[in-house]
């Protein structure tokens, strides 16, 4: 059974930036495609950025383009996270997701493996 454990999260404020990281417990999946998704307060979990196996395709959410930027490591397992120009409306629990599909990893159905969540509070 895979973990995936994120990090990166924290306080803080409007326009500023914070790289989150998930990292993979298990070799087997470094060449999965990976994803985040965002649950804010009362909202259902949404979809944010999503990478191929090979970084070769990157998709974002329209809310996120030209501010966030995904990518990955596989040697080392991680998938990153780069966020800039943040707004309070960014602010929600981060979760990483890994599955053989890179569809699942922009719909997030049936995700197979979610992060347990890193909070990323945006103060105006």
């Known amino acids: 059974q895979v973990q995936l454990v994120e990090s990166g999260g924290g306080l803080v404020q409007a326009g500023g930036s914070l790289r989150l990281s998930c990292t993979a417990s298990?070799?087997?999946?470094?060449?999965?495609?990976k994803g985040w998704f965002r649950q804010a307060p009362g909202k259902e979990r949404e979809f944010v950025a999503a990478i191929s196996w090979n970084a070769g395709m990157t998709y974002y959410a329209d809310s996120v383009k030209g501010r966030f930027t995904i990518s990955r490591d596989n040697v080392k397992n991680t998938v990153y996270l780069q966020m800039n120009s943040l707004t309070p409306e960014d602010t929600a629990v981060y979760y990483c997701?890994?599955?053989?599909?890179?569809?699942?990893?922009?719909?997030?159905?049936?995700?197979?493996?979610w992060g347990q969540g890193t909070q990323v509070p945006v103060a105006s």
């Open positions: 997701a890994l599955d053989q599909s890179i569809n699942e990893v922009q719909t997030g159905k049936n995700v197979t493996y």
């Open positions: 298990e070799r087997t999946f470094s060449t999965y495609p």
